[in-house]
């Protein structure tokens, strides 16, 4: 029985607290070392007040603590850029129109949301989200990409499934517009298959390849499977911001 299906093992929010395999509930010291620790493992940057308090509160109640759900964060605003001719200082530009001749604007929009995260991270209440966001942004990384409400969607996209199921999550990954772009699968068709996104979904964002057994071919895929995954991922384009079969 898998550890995502093992509901007596859950907290309140539904979320696995040690698997069927044995595991027991710490029971050991819970002082400055141990809550330290859990801290930095799971926020960025405690601060001595916070593990003072996580302190008096007990391992559990700081388990249920840093897994409540996080607060509305508002969104992303611009902050300063006065060229911008879709939204004036103070305003956000989630979902406007991006103009790229307006020397500035994209890079403008990028720090906004870079800072609008890392407020998140750095000063919203103790909480394990902002932490597993960027352990998924490492895992199902992309780059190369300039538009800001692309970047923005994959945020609220890994931010919706840090907790939930992963299965869920590679399915809505692989249709993001910011991905498609990243692997080029929005270039991916079954006459002319692209394997960049079949290949790392493969290689390093679930199976892994195991032991090679054949040029190109190793006991959990073959060069066949890439092709085929990429033939059956094809037909993605992206048409005004969304993805589009």
Do not use: C
């Not at 940057?45 to 897994?67: A, C, N, V, W, Y």
Request: no cysteine; aromatic share 14%; proline share 7%.
């Amino acid at each position: 029985m898998s550890v995502t299906n093992t509901s007596i093992f859950k907290n309140k929010y539904s979320v696995p607290l040690f698997d069927d395999k044995g595991l027991e509930p710490y029971s050991g010291e819970w002082t400055w070392k141990q809550a330290v620790h859990l801290l930095k493992r799971t926020t960025f940057g405690p601060k001595h007040e916070q593990i003072k308090t996580f302190i008096e509160m007990g391992l559990e109640k700081s388990i249920d603590f840093l897994f409540a759900p996080s607060q509305d964060p508002g969104l992303p605003i611009n902050f300063y850029f006065q060229n911008d001719p879709e939204v004036p200082i103070g305003e956000t530009w989630i979902g406007k129109k991006v103009t790229p001749n307006v020397q500035g604007l994209i890079q403008a929009r990028n720090s906004s949301l870079s800072a609008w995260i890392i407020n998140q991270m750095m000063y919203n209440p103790p909480n394990i989200l902002e932490k597993l966001i960027l352990f998924w942004h490492n895992h199902l990384v992309i780059s190369g990409i300039f538009n800001p409400n692309f970047k923005y969607s994959y945020y609220l996209l890994l931010k919706e499934y840090a907790l939930g199921n992963f299965k869920e999550l590679m399915q809505k990954m692989t249709i993001e517009p910011a991905m498609l772009l990243y692997l080029n699968g929005n270039e991916n068709t079954s006459q002319a298959p692209n394997e960049n996104y079949a290949r790392e979904v493969l290689e390093l964002f679930t199976i892994g390849k195991g032991p090679l057994v054949a040029p190109g071919d190793y006991t959990n895929y073959t060069e066949q499977d890439v092709v085929e995954l990429a033939r059956a991922l094809s037909g993605w384009t992206i048409r005004n911001g969304k993805a589009f079969f």
